[in-house]
């Protein structure tokens, strides 16, 4: 064991994470934008996606009380506005009107969604299990689509034309430096 070193943030050793802006309102229809990292697809059929979100945040309450979000997917070159919108909370800032981003209407649910992102998965809470200081809110996927031309025909995306955004830790952030190859069995 003398060629391991143990850490103090376990998370980080799960990093780099693709990392996403979350929309979500109040009551009213007034959006609020939180960065989140902590995502994962839990279930294919139904379609249904976790999230990993601080009790503390305002956007939790927002998330309870309409009990929608949206899942935008951002691209590299937006890495600043990320940045801005997991360091300030929305109890304090217009997000949309600091960062400059741009709402347009989502198909099913009432959040916006944000048109410099490359893609969204609009969804429904459907769980929300407390789990120590965060809590596992469970999202249904009631839509799911993607910019026209960043896809291959499989469904993947084209590495070529997005840049995806990945969280390493702290205020650091990469992205793929090449594209994908297939591996055989
Ligand atoms: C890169 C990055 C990733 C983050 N990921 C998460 C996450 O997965 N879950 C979470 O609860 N907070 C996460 N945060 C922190 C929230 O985005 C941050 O507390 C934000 O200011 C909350 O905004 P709000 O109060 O407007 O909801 C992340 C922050 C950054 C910078």
Redesign the pocket.
Known sequence: MNNKQPVKVFHYLLHPYN?SLVTCCDAEGNP?I?????LIPVSVNPPLVGM???PT???YGLIRETGEFVINVAPYEIGSQ??F???????DVDKFAETGLTQQEAQSVRPPIIEECVAHLECRVVQDIEAGD?HLVVGEVLAAYANRGILEENGLYRLKQVQPLF?VGRNYFTSTRSEYEKLSL
């Open positions: 990392t609020n939180i960065t989140i990292a902590w990993s979100i601080g945040r305002f956007s990320v940045l919108c997991g360091r300030r909370s929305g109890r965060h969280h």
